[in-house]
């Protein structure tokens, strides 16, 4: 389904247009289509375009010059065609293919001119002038789609801005997420070693001093473009990092034994097609080194980062916030602090059963100011604590290294100058850590809840106790024991994510409370979490759930964190998730509209581009490739004078400076681009404001040198068109004085010549009877095809006067009636039955003597060209076309081949059967009575079928 985003831009176009799946389905119609063609959207849109007009005397065409698009992914322009209508309209179709992003035909773009009704008479020179005039009244009702166009733009903006603010928010909470996974992160080395181990990286053992690999994985071999080889060096296998150092920090780690850490470090390498890409590493060039001390080889432990230092900066913060605090955790200590320093949550570290402070971040201190807390015991720096059950509680998790989560729990402190502040409430966890199997102390992660609680206070609301706490989580939580997870804790909106209530879970196994998990993986990434003692923490995991009824495919962010009894056995683990079906929907369906954007204004024959501030380009379509010569990726972030040229540029800079100020600027220029490349466009400038200031302004150029260049030719053409036409009008007045003189003149000798040969052949006798039965009938039938050929003659300069007759009511039946009178020779030899149907429009105000011309010829050719092998039927009625009556006449003859004759149907003389004596003028006296009176004639037949000739007999008929 086409997105709303690009119809605003589709329906910006100038001209009327569709948007055609390849099966040739209409997928979308702009406003000027729906305008130009009396439709309405929701009657096009799922039809088959020849389908949905299946009236279209041009289908043949148009259909040819669709097909012609699917077949070779090239644009095609049709010839002009001709529409049934009065008074005549012409259009030219061209259809534009668009590819997707493999190249192949994603949609077709269907897009009509219309022409003036004079182009079907001009040479095809002249008629690109009139479509070039045409095409200037177009460009004028561009404009204001191309401002529409401009608004959605505007309107996008809003959208990216509001998306933008919904990313930020997840991302947020993201970040709070994470600080939730650090609070549960055990801070022994031992543990800290072990998440760094089971963080996916590329990794290699180099040995030697030459640095020879001896191992890598697959992350590493693709992180070096499938280059790597065994016993082959870093410097053979990839030469582009000598230049940039590595292979000195390798000789320094492996001549003094202490390794490198390096955090976001700029890297280029070559990819598998051999080009350079700049991404960005952390590594870790480790040395090994044997019992007996000897450094024997390096081992680089690499991570590659690139997508996170090019992502959007809150992301890109956030994400290197988490993967310094994952890297500092497996650091020195020093460094383990300097992280927690920069948390914005309370942390201390506490030592000794005595509980001394250790370490204490900013966040913490700021909960007891002007107390003194590094160094000395808990029970000495806050008293307070004792009081309250804290100290109680450190004293169990020392001793039994089970953690203990605090929810909302209460304390008061005393202000230096001993008076009361007002009481806190904390959500905090105290987790035991060891060194070499033995408890040393406590870490603490706690949140000043405060505001909360006594919001909660103020609603009546009470969560005093830690089930509770869990129950209100703002995320799923559950708790799995034993070797088959059985379900000790889940709270209620872990339940609602599973489809359950929590009665139906807590205390049933895994596979046997959600059965449909098994083979998707999660048991056995919780055995794995059991058997390494290593958090595992995934994003945007598909998981199908039973819910409701039926199955779900829905996304997950989650941690499983093992969580370890007193002897420090992992016992149990806990898993905190969040589903982001919504966030993978979202981010899925703007990728795909953006996508569908760029394969939209890609197509469109028309430069689209936007410029900031310093007037550089931040984005331009593929029509900027055939004009510069360059491809949209490389015009972005240069500055427009260097695209377009000084000269352009010097042109168009006062433009510019204008809509820069935020005004919608609109202007045609001659634009000297280079040497020979010289276009007269229709340019548009809409302003992007940003709260209230410009941040650059949209581009949108149409070449228009075509029309130009017609409209300049079309003056000239129009002045000889005009002295043609006089010139034509001498021609044909002396040409209908020449026919009525001459039939005029020929009518008593040819009477005369009768009447002489009928004397003599009564005077003379021939000696062959032979020759008399053969000379005599064809002098005869001579002589009566030259009078009838003269009487069509004198009726043809009648004729030329026929669009000046005073028009009268005219009863249809009774002129029928009339005229068959005349033909009931013909109506019997041809066995023929004949039908009317004049309902519609049983009377008509128009020359009587012209209107029975009309029907004696139409009527006599249906008899005189009947099929011999079958009765003649014949059917006169009449039908309404845009309130004007259409006199239809439909026989079962003879026919003929519309389609080839069809051109010369109405020529003097013109005869397509010769079976039968005429003279070929009968219907050229049709025509030309139908035209004098602003009227037309249409033609159906085919050969052995019959034919259909439709009269729409013009304003003068009505």
Request: a negative charge.
């Amino acid at each position: 389904m086409v997105s709303a985003l690009p119809l605003s831009v589709f329906n910006a176009l100038p001209d009327a247009g569709l948007l055609l799946a390849p099966d040739l389905t209409v997928v979308a119609a702009n406003d000027a289509y729906l305008a130009a063609t009396h439709t309405r959207r929701e009657t096009l849109v799922g039809q088959n375009i020849l389908a949905a007009f299946p009236d279209n005397p041009a289908a043949p065409e148009l259909a040819a010059s669709l097909a012609q698009v699917q077949r070779t992914g090239q644009p095609h322009q049709t010839a002009p065609l001709r529409y049934p209508s009065a008074p005549a309209r012409y259009w030219q179709a061209r259809h534009v293919p668009v590819p997707d992003e493999q190249g192949q035909l994603a949609y077709i773009l269907h897009l009509l001119s219309e022409l003036p009704a004079q182009v079907s008479h001009l040479p095809p020179a002249d008629a690109r002038e009139v479509r070039a005039q045409k095409g200037n009244e177009e460009l004028r009702a561009a404009n204001a789609a191309l401002e529409q166009a401009g608004q959605a733009l505007r309107e996008l903006n809003q959208q990216l801005e509001a998306r933008a603010e919904e990313r930020t928010q997840a991302l947020q909470e993201a970040l709070r997420e994470a600080q939730a996974q650090r609070e549960q992160v055990q801070v022994q080395e031992l543990t800290l070693q072990q998440i760094l181990g089971q963080v996916p990286a590329a990794v290699a053992t180099l040995l030697g001093p030459e640095h020879r690999y001896a191992f890598f994985n697959k992350p590493y071999q693709v992180l070096a473009g499938g280059r790597p080889r065994l016993g082959h060096t870093v410097a053979e296998v990839l030469p582009e990092v000598l230049a940039q150092g590595f292979v000195k920090l390798l000789d320094e780690v492996y001549s003094t034994g202490k390794p490198y850490v390096g955090v976001e470090v700029p890297v280029q390498l070559l990819n598998a097609a051999g080009q350079p890409e700049q991404r960005y590493v952390d590594l870790v060039y480790q040395p090994m080194i044997d019992e007996g001390g000897i450094i024997q080889g390096i081992l680089a432990f690499i991570v590659d980062t690139t997508q996170k230092v090019k992502s959007q900066q809150q992301a890109a913060q956030a994400e290197a916030d988490a993967q310094a605090t994952t890297a500092q955790l497996a650091a020195q200590r020093e460094s383990f602090f300097q992280v927690f320093a920069q948390t914005p949550a309370c942390i201390a570290i506490l030592r000794g059963p005595e509980h001394q402070f250790e370490f204490v971040n900013a966040p913490y201190q700021q909960l007891f100011p002007g107390r003194q807390l590094l160094g000395r015991p808990l029970i000495e720096a806050l008293p307070e604590t004792a009081e309250y059950g804290f100290l109680k509680l450190l004293d169990q998790v020392y001793q039994t290294g089970e953690p203990y989560f605090g929810a909302e729990m209460p304390l008061q402190i005393t202000a230096e100058d001993g008076s009361l502040l007002p009481e806190a409430f904390f959500t905090f966890t105290y987790q035991a850590y060891q060194e070499q199997g033995q408890p040393v102390g406590v870490s603490i992660f706690a949140f000043d809840v405060t505001e909360q609680v006594r919001a909660r206070q103020e609603a009546a609301v009470h969560q005093a106790q830690l089930q509770a706490l869990f129950e209100q989580a703002p995320v799923a939580v559950a708790i799995f024991r034993g070797p088959d997870y059985l379900i000790e804790v889940a709270n209620v909106l872990v339940a609602q994510l599973w489809g359950r209530t929590p009665e139906e879970v807590v205390g049933r196994p895994l596979l046997e409370a959600l059965p449909e998990v098994r083979d998707q993986g999660f048991k056995e990434l919780m055995d794995e979490v059991v058997a390494t003692g290593s958090p595992f923490v995934a994003q945007e995991v598909a998981a199908q759930l039973l819910r409701n009824g039926r199955m779900e495919t829905v996304y997950l962010n989650f941690v499983y964190q093992p969580l370890r009894d007193a002897s420090g056995h992992i016992s149990s683990v806990a898993v905190v998730a969040t589903e982001v079906s919504g966030q993978v929907a979202a981010r899925k369906a703007s990728e795909a509209s953006a996508r569908q954007l760029r394969l939209l204004t890609d197509a469109l024959p028309v430069l689209i581009g936007y410029l900031d501030l310093e007037r550089r380009y931040r984005f331009a379509n593929r029509a900027y490739q055939a004009w510069f010569s360059l491809d949209p990726a490389e015009l972005l972030g240069r500055p427009v004078w260097e695209v377009v040229g000084e000269a352009a540029y010097q042109a168009t800079q006062g433009y510019m400076a204008r809509a820069l100020a935020g005004e919608q600027v609109d202007f045609e220029a001659r634009m000297p681009y280079r040497e020979g490349f010289v276009r007269h466009i229709r340019t548009s400038y809409i302003p992007d404001v940003q709260q209230d200031k410009v941040a650059g302004f949209y581009t949108l150029v149409t070449d228009i040198t075509e029309q130009v260049l017609a409209r300049e030719q079309v003056q000239a053409a129009n002045t000889e068109l005009a002295a043609a036409n006089q010139e034509l009008t001498r021609t044909n007045q002396d040409l209908d004085n020449f026919v009525y003189a001459a039939s005029h003149d020929l009518k008593q000798p040819v009477n005369n010549l009768s009447g002489l040969f009928e004397e003599l052949y009564r005077s003379i006798r021939f000696i062959e009877p032979e020759e008399e039965q053969v000379l005599v009938p064809l002098i005869q039938q001579a002589l009566h095809q030259l009078s009838v050929t003269i009487d069509d003659l004198a009726m043809l300069g009648q004729t030329q006067q026929a669009g000046k007759a005073p028009g009268e009511l005219v009863l249809l039946a009774e002129l029928t009636e009339e005229v068959l009178n005349v033909l009931e020779p013909q109506v019997r030899a041809a066995q023929a039955r004949i039908t009317t149907d004049f309902a519609a429009w049983p009377t008509l105000a128009y020359p009587r003597a012209n209107l029975r011309t009309v029907l004696l010829n139409l009527l006599g050719n249906s008899l005189k060209y009947a099929d011999p092998a079958r009765p003649a039927r014949i059917h006169l009625s009449v039908w309404v076309d845009a309130g004007q009556p259409v006199l239809m006449v439909e026989d079962n003859g003879l026919g003929f081949d519309a389609e080839k004759y069809g051109a010369e149907l109405f020529q003097l003389f013109r005869r397509l059967h010769q079976h039968t004596s005429g003279s070929g003028v009968g219907l050229y006296l049709v025509n030309r009575i139908v035209q004098a009176n602003g009227g037309r004639i249409e033609v159906d037949s085919q050969e052995g079928e019959g034919a259909t000739f439709r009269i729409w007999l013009g304003r003068s008929g009505e």
